[in-house]
């Protein structure tokens, strides 16, 4: 079956001709006609398979890929999950999209998304909630709960997804799928829409290191469309991914293995410990002293920013704009009552208090201090170890409804990516494990720049085990 496939394997038949790239991308259209409409991964798809097979860039050869809903396409619908984007079609293409179409990669369709990337569920999102294809009543997680979903119901080889506090690696846990979130700026920002810009982060979602690897070569690097875009050598990950590291050690902070996770997860940190070690791999105890504040912290910071981005949205240039008003102030009000959710609207009155004149240095420049003792934690760390190994979450996948009147509960299924964003290094959540047929993920930090590390890592892993192979048999037809 074509979605048992890697992107390799997919790469290699669509260039011996054994596949055309038309044929892949009508297979793929026609699982999401037969399983969208129960998991609800896509807002919108993406039918028509232009036949330009002469244009279709050579390193991809037209292997379909979804893009979550946050970046903007040319000409199709960009919603982020939101009414007030529900109509909203872009003028332009989002970098990171505009690179890997023109190395060959063919647009099935956007997915679903907690609004604004706000959420670990996909429930904020105004186009409905996305469900977990190893469970139809539980969440996918989020934000980018649709990618998640779509690749591990195999509804695309690989999706796009965006990680501000941990939306590319939880819902890859919940799907029981491979997310990576890149060292910041390592991906170009442009064309994704902001949340918090100095945590946004784009990355990818697949089955495996191995098809993460491909897309991650072809969409990093400058661009100077991103004022903060990395201007660095590259370093290209595929070329070391089975190379065997001579000496590895790995850190597993304390705190991690004691912030009330579930003890099937633990468990399952403690197999993985094992089979690291098995090989070659050694595993040491390191201290990360601040983590339990990255979670209030980054409740700081990402609301800040978060309230100042999302003032572009007023009803004037684009988007949502109310029939009712009489006035400019009420055209603004009431377009933005309208057009935002509650989650949405709770982050801009969090972030508009933090900013504001007598809070800001209580709360915001506080916070900004916390970040930077946080991101010492790891440097510190990273002159002991190589990689830093918790799990991705402290849960299970829960119930669709579970959480949604309890935002603090919510806000702390990110315990341990957070961290990660804040000290703006690259991490990947990995499937590890299942306990009661829900998988379960485990989770690698590294230095700045080293995704090439942590690909690697997660591949020799991933030769060594099955977790990544596994798809909920309900959508294995
Ligand atoms: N769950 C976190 C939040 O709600 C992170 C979201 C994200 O990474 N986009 O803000």
Redesign the pocket.
């Known amino acids: 079956m074509l979605h048992h496939l890697s992107i390799k394997e997919l790469i290699a038949s669509l260039t011996e001709k054994k596949l055309s790239s038309e044929e892949l991308f009508s297979y793929y259209q026609e699982r999401i006609q037969k399983y969208n409409p129960e998991l609800n991964a896509f807002i919108s798809v993406n039918e028509s398979f232009l036949d330009k097979d002469s244009m279709i860039g050579t390193k991809l050869k037209g292997i379909p890929i979804a893009h979550k809903d946050i970046f903007c396409m040319k000409g199709h619908l960009t919603t982020c999950g939101s009414k007030m984007l529900a109509n909203f079609k872009s003028p332009y293409d989002a970098t990171i999209i505009a690179r890997l179409a023109s190395a060959g990669a063919l647009t099935l369709g956007k997915t679903n998304m907690?609004e604004f990337?706000?959420?670990?569920s996909n429930e904020t999102s105004f186009f409905g909630p996305c469900k977990n294809p190893w469970n139809l009543k539980l969440v996918p997680g989020?934000?980018s709960g649709g990618s998640a979903s779509a690749v591990a119901a195999r509804l695309a080889p690989i999706a796009t997804a965006?990680?501000?506090?941990?939306?590319i690696r939880?819902p890859a846990a919940f799907c029981g799928v491979t997310g990576l979130k890149p060292t910041y700026g390592m991906i170009s920002r442009f064309g994704m829409i902001a949340?918090a810009s100095s945590l946004d982060q784009a990355g990818f979602i697949a089955p495996s290191a191995e098809d993460i690897a491909i897309f991650y070569d072809l969409a990093s690097g400058y661009d100077p469309k991103d004022s903060t875009s990395i201007n660095d050598q590259v370093t290209y990950t595929t070329k070391n991914l089975d190379h065997k590291p001579n000496a590895l050690t790995i850190g597993i902070a304390k705190s991690s293995l004691d912030k009330h996770a579930d003890p099937h997860i633990l468990n399952a940190i403690k197999q993985t410990v094992n089979q690291f070690e098995k090989m070659g791999a050694k595993i040491i105890e390191i201290d990360l002293k601040n983590s339990q504040l990255n979670v209030p912290t980054y409740y700081i910071i990402?609301p800040a920013e978060a309230s100042s981005n999302l003032s572009r949205f007023d009803g004037v240039r684009y988007g949502h704009r109310s029939e009712e008003s009489q006035s400019l102030q009420s055209l603004y009000a009431n377009t933005r009552s309208e057009g935002f959710g509650d989650e949405v609207k709770r982050r801009i009155l969090l972030g508009s208090y933090v900013l504001s004149a007598g809070f800001y240095d209580a709360y915001y420049i506080k916070a900004l201090r916390v970040r930077r003792l946080i991101a010492n934690d790891y440097k510190e760390a990273f002159k002991k170890v190589d990689l830093i190994l918790s799990p991705t979450t402290p849960n299970l996948p829960f119930a669709i409804g579970e959480k949604s009147n309890d935002p603090i509960s919510m806000?702390h299924?990110?315990a341990y990516t957070i961290g990660a964003n804040l000290a703006g290094l690259p991490a990947i959540s990995f499937p590890i494990g299942f306990h009661n047929g829900l998988p379960i993920g485990g989770h690698f930090v590294a230095q700045h720049l080293r995704e090439d590390l942590l690909l690697n890592t997660v591949n020799l892993f991933q030769k060594e085990t099955d977790f990544h192979q596994q798809m909920p048999q309900e959508f294995d037809r």
């Open positions: 907690d990337a706000m959420g670990s989020g934000s965006t990680d501000t506090g941990g939306s939880q949340f990402a806000y299924n990110d």
